[in-house]
């Protein structure tokens, strides 16, 4: 029975050989063919277009941005006393007489060349000097945004360690 087994499976084998070709080797002058290469795994056919049919496209956000804010220009400041912020300004000393409307302050700014002399009532780009005393300068804000309205900085002419200016 077994000799019967083996028997079957020989012929069987024998008649499926050409069912499987092997592969026929060049031929002799003939040039080797290149293989081809596969796409690139996300390259798109170039026969190919996409139809929407009503829909979305997936890729781009369906919120959009908020515009982005404008700031508004820089004011561009005048030279001199007038061009000096409060926030710049540095108080280097005071001049003080018997008569209040005598007194003068001496403010140096960043960049300028020479210490600047106010008097009350003098501007500076967004305050006004409204009063001179011999340890303290007052100035009154003028600046366009301020909804609180006018509001005054006093300071001091020698500032302690540690206080603000």
């Known amino acids: 029975m077994k000799r019967i087994a083996i028997a079957i499976v020989f012929l069987m084998l024998v008649a499926s ?39 979305r496209d997936p890729f781009v956000n369906p ?47 960043p960049g300028a060349k020479a210490p600047y002399f106010a008097r009350v009532g003098d501007e500076l780009f967004d305050a006004v000097v409204k009063s001179i005393k011999l340890d303290t300068v007052t100035f009154a804000l003028t600046a366009p945004g301020d909804v609180k309205g006018s509001r005054e900085i006093v300071r001091k002419v020698r500032p302690t360690p540690g206080e603000n200016k």
Not at 25 to 36: H, S, V
Not at 83 to 90: P, Q, R, S, Y
């Open 17 to 55: 050989l050409p069912v499987f070709p092997q592969a026929q080797p060049p031929k002799p002058g003939a040039a080797p063919a290149a293989p081809e290469e596969p796409p690139p795994v996300l390259s798109v056919p170039k026969d190919y277009h996409y139809n929407a049919r009503g829909r």
């Open 63 to 109: 919120v959009p941005r908020p515009p982005a804010p404008v700031a508004p220009p820089a004011a561009v400041r005048p030279p001199g006393l007038k061009g000096v912020l409060i926030a710049e300004a540095n108080i280097v000393g005071v001049v003080t007489s018997k008569e209040p409307a005598m007194n003068v302050v001496v403010i140096s700014a």
